[in-house]
């Protein structure tokens, strides 16, 4: 029977989950002073954030909100956002309506690098010196930046005397570290994915398809007033599938794989909310399993462990990824995903240990083509910052991947998952 239908096929009344926190104004003068600290120091007048189709929608840090907008926040006076949809900034009205406040006045219809010029020009800052939030790395994939060559060449032409400086690092290393009322959105999402990892667990079962732990997993998270962010879901099923991602059938025309006994269905969750994203890796056993993958389990589980009694202030993000590589380098274990990164762009940390196992075999040949290191190792962890802990142990294609949130204390890290930190195993 579909979800949310009753047995007499009308829709079933579900209880309303309870509402997730929301950010006050404070939030929004905190991240806006902060930057203009930033700004001020490194005589930068004004800084352009735009989200140009980007995974993190870094617009929406200045703005708490979303419309593939464009945001100019002078030193010294009001930003401006510049979004391209009327439609778009009629939803901003609406909220307005319904009682939650906007946090930017200032709203223009256009789009391009000429009116961005054209503002900037307004607020005197046509000779002035402009921080570019996307000229460097924003998020995986994204490494050389994500500013549009286009708009990148009207803005500057525009603006023939203006200086243009990289305010990238600035930015993502500011958002790394999370006020109070941000970790309150964190704990919530976190929430959430607890919830949707319960879903897929008792929709992995022998028999059902991929798309139907996919639909139910994701409905969860709908249900409770949240979204995800790209990927949205990872799932990968088997019991020897090495391969990662979303599934195929939501990218080519190839038929959900259907559950067996002995496989392992794996998940990566985006969970969402207000910006904040509480990411865990779902692991859901169908025994009997193989002896190489509850080895894989325990190895993965250690792991974790390892990380959680690293993470804590002052400690370096490479000496966690040390920690955390160990119980894979003595099981004799490799990993294919990272142990760990920063919720939010930041680092990531892969391990390179033990892949030689992989020498003259298909997946050697791609692993072989990468390099498995450590993206900004001297990162020092401070109290506010959050990482995802997600360890994956592999013996040849065998595959365990676990994990959840933490976020830095002043003593320590705080445990924001359970359910997806060890693995699931269903009952038959």
Not at 15 to 42: C, S
Request: proline share 6%.
């Amino acid at each position: 029977m579909p979800a949310g239908v009753s047995s007499t096929g009308n829709p079933r009344i579900e209880t309303v989950p309870e509402a997730g926190p929301t950010l006050p104004l404070r939030e929004r003068d905190r991240r806006w002073a902060g930057l203009r600290r930033i700004m001020r120091a490194r005589g930068i007048d004004a800084i352009v954030v735009g989200s140009f189709q980007g995974r993190e929608r870094l617009e929406s840090y200045l703005s708490d909100d979303f419309l593939d907008a464009i945001v100019v926040l002078p030193l010294d006076s009001d930003p401006v956002m510049l979004a391209f949809s009327p439609s778009r900034v009629s939803r901003i009205y609406e909220s307005v309506r319904r009682g939650y406040d906007n946090w930017i006045d200032d709203i223009r219809i256009g789009n391009g690098g000429a009116r961005i010029g054209a503002i900037l020009a307004e607020r005197k800052l046509d000779s002035g010196r402009i921080g570019m939030v996307g000229f460097g790395p924003t998020a995986p994939g994204e490494m050389e930046g994500l500013l549009p060559l286009g708009f990148h060449r009207s803005l500057t032409a525009g603006l023939p005397q203006a200086a243009f400086v990289d305010f990238t690092q600035d930015l993502t290393d500011f958002i790394l570290v999370k006020s109070d009322d941000e970790l309150r959105l964190l704990r919530f999402a976190a929430r959430v994915s607890e919830e949707a990892c319960k879903a897929m667990a008792a929709a992995a079962v022998p028999g059902a398809s991929e798309a139907a732990v996919y639909a139910e997993t994701l409905r969860e998270i709908h249900r409770w007033g949240c979204d995800t962010r790209y990927p949205f879901l990872s799932l990968q099923s088997g019991p020897d599938n090495i391969a990662w991602g979303v599934p195929r059938w939501t990218l080519r025309a190839e038929a959900p794989r259907v559950l067996q006994a002995g496989d392992v269905v794996q998940a990566e969750i985006h969970t969402i909310y207000g910006g904040q994203e509480a990411q865990v890796q779902m692991c859901v056993a169908l025994g009997p399993l193989h002896a190489d993958l509850l080895r894989c389990e325990a190895v993965a589980r250690a792991s974790y462990e390892a990380g959680v009694r690293a993470v804590r202030p002052g400690i370096t993000f490479g000496e966690v990824v040390a920690a955390m590589e160990a119980p894979l380098r003595d099981a004799g274990c490799w990993s294919k995903t990272p142990l760990l990164h920063t919720f939010t762009f930041g680092s990531t940390g892969f391990t390179p240990v033990n892949r030689e196992q992989l020498d003259n075999t298909r997946e050697g040949w791609i692993e072989g083509q990468v390099r498995a290191g450590i993206r900004r190792p001297d990162l020092v962890l401070q109290p506010g910052m959050a990482l995802e802990l997600e360890p994956n142990a592999c013996l040849g294609n065998r595959r365990i991947n676990i994990g959840g949130g933490v976020v830095v204390t002043e003593t320590g890290c705080e445990e924001l998952n359970d359910i997806p930190t060890r693995v699931f195993h269903a009952v038959s």
